[in-house]
């Protein structure tokens, strides 16, 4: 069974790594125009993310635009902010279990085997919520390369890796190395069989045969 500091340390880890995935899925820099070719201007840079589009100007203007219709983004994008808000609501749902199974709080009674189980419970959960923030920027990410290695692409549509996607990687990190440490608290069989005293040998009875001289 894991002590209260590896609870608590997996705790505050996974609490960073769900604010890193809040911030990261509403950062619109998810990609970012490349400047890879020799005749690309840079006197604006486009970012999109997974929410609206920027167009940064090199006098320092910004102008964003929230996606008018749902239907008309990409697949890879859509599935990727499904995966995102469905980790970001795993993730919440995980550090309220976790406050209730973690050693060092009063909720959930007294009783320890009960209390491992909540906060084992609130591990793995996190571990869902971190695979699924890790699954959505790697798929958005594998779009970007196979676009970006296109040879049919224009070289001054073609995008890169924005900050928002490294965010998310490390944010996923954080939530899986912190629920796999409340997933530690998983309780042993010593410690939920209960002991009871040995009972005292009995005494063996007088024998009732009687001997004869």
Not at 77 to 86: F, I, K, Y
Not at 123 to 147: K, P, Q, V
Not at 149 to 160: A, F, I, Q, S
């Amino acid at each position: 069974m894991a002590n209260s500091g590896l609870q608590l340390l997996g705790f505050t880890l996974a609490l960073l790594g769900l604010a890193a995935l809040v911030a990261s899925t509403i950062m619109p820099q998810w990609e970012m125009s490349s400047y890879a070719g020799d005749n690309i201007i840079t006197a604006q840079a486009v970012y999109k993310g997974l929410w609206m589009n920027c167009v940064y100007q090199s006098t320092g203007q910004i102008q964003c635009k929230v996606y008018d219709s749902i239907l008309a983004l990409g697949a890879s994008l859509q599935a990727t902010r499904a995966l995102m808000v469905v980790g970001i609501v795993l993730g919440a749902l995980a550090i309220g279990i976790s406050i209730v199974g973690m050693k060092c709080t009063k909720c959930g009674g007294d009783d320890k085997v009960k209390k491992s189980r909540i906060a084992m419970a609130g591990g793995i959960t996190l571990l869902l919520a971190g695979l699924c923030a890790l699954i959505g920027a790697s798929w958005f990410g594998n779009r970007i390369i196979r676009e970006f290695y296109d040879p049919l692409k224009p070289v001054n549509t073609k995008y890169e890796f924005g900050s928002a996607i490294f965010v998310n990687w490390a944010a996923a990190a954080l939530i899986l190395i912190g629920g796999g440490m409340l997933s530690c608290s998983c309780p042993k069989k010593d410690n939920y069989a209960r002991s009871y005293p040995k009972s005292k040998p009995r005494p063996k009875a007088p024998s009732s045969n009687k001997e004869f001289v």
